[in-house]
C-alpha cells in the first residue's frame, strides 16, 4: 500500500460545513459503517481496474470500496491533508493489502491525463460544491470512454420522522440554509439524474436507498438516526445561533425532538440517491450546443 501524500499546485480551501473536527470523523465513521451494506451494495470494480474516488475525507467510504474491490488500484483524492492523513492511517489498519495512492487535489483542477480511470466513485461530495455540474462534466476528461461513474448523494428534504416536530424540522433546516451559505445544497440527492445527463453521461440510472429505523432496528437506530443524522444537524449550533438563524431555546427543543424519534414509539425516515452512468465512447458536446434546436432554413 502506498503510505504517502502527493500535493497539487492548485488547493483552494473551502468551508466544510460540518467542519473537521475528531466528532465529525466519528460520525464519518458510524455513518460509513452503518449504511455500507446499504449504499456498496452493487459496487465492485474488476482487478486491475484504476479507480479514482474524489473526496475520500478520512477513507471512511474507501474501506468499503477497498473491501468489495479488493484487486482493484484506486487512487483517493481530497483537498485536506489533515483527512488523507487520517484515512491512510484508518487504511493501514483496516485493510492493510490494499493498493491506494492518495493524493492531495481539488476537484476542479485534477492532476490527472485524460481517460486515466476506469471507474469513478463520487460520495457526499457534490452537495459540498458550488458547481456539481462543471465537476461532474470536469470528471468525464479524466475518465475512459465507456467507463462508469457512481455518485450518491442524500436529501435532507427526505427526512420525515414520527412523534413530528416544527422545531425538530425547523432545526434541520437550519443545518440545510448554512450549507447553502456556503455554496452548497443539501437536497441535491433529487437532482443527480439531470445532472448526470446534463454533464453528458449515458444510461443513467438513479435509484432511491431508502433508510428506516424504529426501536426494532437499534443498529440503525444508534449508527444512523443517532449517530449519523441527528450528530450531523447538531454540530453546526454554533453557526445557526452566530447567523441568528434561530434561538438556543428553539435549537434545543429541536434536537430533542429528534432525539425523542429514536425512542419508544419513534421513527425515522432518509433517502439517499445513487446513481451509475456511463462516459459516452464519442465526444460530447457542451450542454447549451445540444439543446440548441436546429437552424431554421432561411
Not at 210 to 229: K, Q, S, W
Amino acid at each position: 500500500m502506498n503510505t504517502g501524500t502527493t500535493s497539487s499546485a492548485a488547493v483552494p480551501a473551502g468551508d466544510y460545513v460540518h467542519g473537521y473536527s475528531p466528532r465529525e470523523g466519528r460520525r464519518l465513521g458510524d455513518q460509513a459503517d452503518s449504511l455500507a451494506q446499504l449504499l456498496h451494495a452493487g459496487t465492485a470494480y474488476p482487478a486491475d481496474s484504476r479507480v479514482l474516488e474524489i473526496g475520500c475525507g478520512i477513507g471512511a467510504q474507501t474501506v468499503h470500496l477497498l473491501r468489495s474491490s479488493p484487486r482493484a488500484h484506486m487512487v483517493a483524492v481530497d483537498r485536506s491533508e489533515e483527512s488523507l492523513a487520517q484515512a491512510c492511517t484508518r487504511i493501514a489498519g483496516l485493510v492493510p493489502e490494499a493498493k491506494v495512492e492518495w493524493l492531495r487535489a481539488d476537484v476542479f483542477d485534477l492532476p490527472f491525463a485524460d481517460a486515466e480511470f476506469d471507474h469513478v466513485f463520487v460520495c457526499f461530495v457534490l452537495e459540498h460544491l458550488p458547481d456539481p455540474g462543471r465537476a461532474l462534466a470536469g470528471l468525464r476528461r479524466v475518465l475512459r470512454p465507456g467507463g462508469t461513474i457512481t455518485v450518491i448523494e442524500g436529501d435532507h428534504g427526505s427526512a420525515f420522522f414520527h412523534p413530528d416536530s416544527s422545531y425538530a424540522r425547523a432545526a434541520i433546516g437550519c443545518q440545510v440554509r448554512l450549507q447553502a451559505a456556503s455554496g452548497g445544497d443539501a437536497l441535491l440527492g433529487r437532482q443527480l439524474q439531470p445532472l448526470l445527463a446534463g454533464a453528458g453521461y449515458e444510461d443513467v440510472a438513479v435509484r432511491p436507498l431508502t433508510v428506516y429505523t424504529d426501536r426494532t432496528r437499534p443498529a440503525l437506530v444508534d449508527g444512523f438516526t443517532r449517530n449519523t443524522f441527528i450528530a450531523m444537524v447538531a454540530s453546526v449550533r454554533d453557526k445557526a445561533l452566530a447567523a441568528a438563524l434561530t434561538t438556543a431555546g428553539e435549537w434545543e427543543r429541536g434536537i430533542a425532538d429528534l432525539h425523542r424519534t429514536t425512542g419508544d414509539g419513534g421513527s425515522f425516515h432518509y433517502t439517499f440517491f445513487k446513481g451509475v452512468a456511463v462516459n459516452p465512447a464519442r465526444p460530447c458536446r457542451p450542454p447549451s450546443e445540444r439543446a440548441r434546436p436546429p437552424r431554421s432554413p432561411e
